[in-house]
């Protein structure tokens, strides 16, 4: 069975600052990895995925994340938040359950940019 | 435009109606879902399609229904036998059902149940 931990519900930055948002997973098969954005009443938005090729995924709007199988984590950051940043973000784990591979969604953290 | 498109928006129903969500993509994909999403939680599966005319249960189907009769719609049923219906429903759709496809999704519609 898969699960994600997002380990912060709200985060808030100044605007210029670097942006952690962490990620825990546990899975029993090695694991596709998300980084969602949500603003509100918006779909999601994909900002970068790992599949098992490099351990450090470059993204969108300068975000990236490492793979870390040892502490399986999957921490987001980027290095200067921009006001722009300010939305709800979501940790995702892929693995093969039943007959499909699903989602599994992290209960997310809001991501506040003070100015 | 490529896209996911999600109708309505808004939608407000009284109690004992069933209500239809739309969900309709122009990308091919093969595999469309629909999701739930309450404040301060995560998306949680209703119902899943692989494949034109077949579609299974997520992790809370009960008091949802859908239909895939053709491959770019993908409509969601919301019953009276939903008991807490109001909520924030996002369809998404990906290539396949395959580990590394991201999924893409809709705007949303937000359902409220008078």
């Known amino acids: 069975a898969q699960s994600v931990t997002q380990l912060d519900s709200h985060v808030s930055v100044s605007e210029g600052t670097p942006v952690l948002l962490r990620c825990n997973y546990s899975s029993s098969y090695s694991p596709s990895l998300f980084w969602y954005v949500q603003h509100p009443n918006k779909g999601l938005q994909l900002l970068l995925k790992?599949?098992?090729?490099?351990?450090l995924v470059k993204g969108i709007n300068g975000f990236e994340a490492e793979f870390k199988k040892s502490e399986t984590s999957f921490h987001l950051t980027k290095p200067s938040a921009h006001m722009s940043d300010a939305a709800e973000y979501f940790c995702?784990?892929?693995?093969?359950?039943?007959?499909?591979?699903?989602?599994?969604f992290g209960s997310g953290t809001q991501l506040t940019v003070l100015p | 435009d490529g896209g996911i498109t999600q109708s309505p928006k808004y939608l407000f129903r009284k109690e004992g109606q069933n209500v239809t969500l739309s969900c309709e993509q122009n990308?091919?994909?093969?595999?469309m879902y629909w999701y739930r999403q309450d404040p301060g939680q995560g998306l949680r599966l209703i119902y899943y399609?692989?494949?034109?005319?077949?579609?299974q249960k997520g992790d809370i189907a009960e008091g949802y229904s859908v239909s895939r009769e053709k491959k770019e719609s993908f409509p969601l049923t919301v019953t009276s036998a939903q008991k807490n219906p109001t909520a924030f429903y996002l369809c998404?759709?990906?290539?396949?059902?395959?580990?590394?496809?991201?999924?893409?999704f809709g705007p949303g519609t937000r359902l409220t149940v008078l």
């Open positions: 399609s692989q494949i034109v005319n077949d579609f």
């Open positions: 990308l091919n994909h093969d595999a």
């Open positions: 998404a759709s990906s290539i396949g059902v395959y580990r590394g496809n991201e999924q893409f």
């Open positions: 995702v784990v892929s693995e093969l359950s039943g007959s499909a591979r699903q989602l599994t």
């Open positions: 790992y599949t098992s090729a490099a351990t």
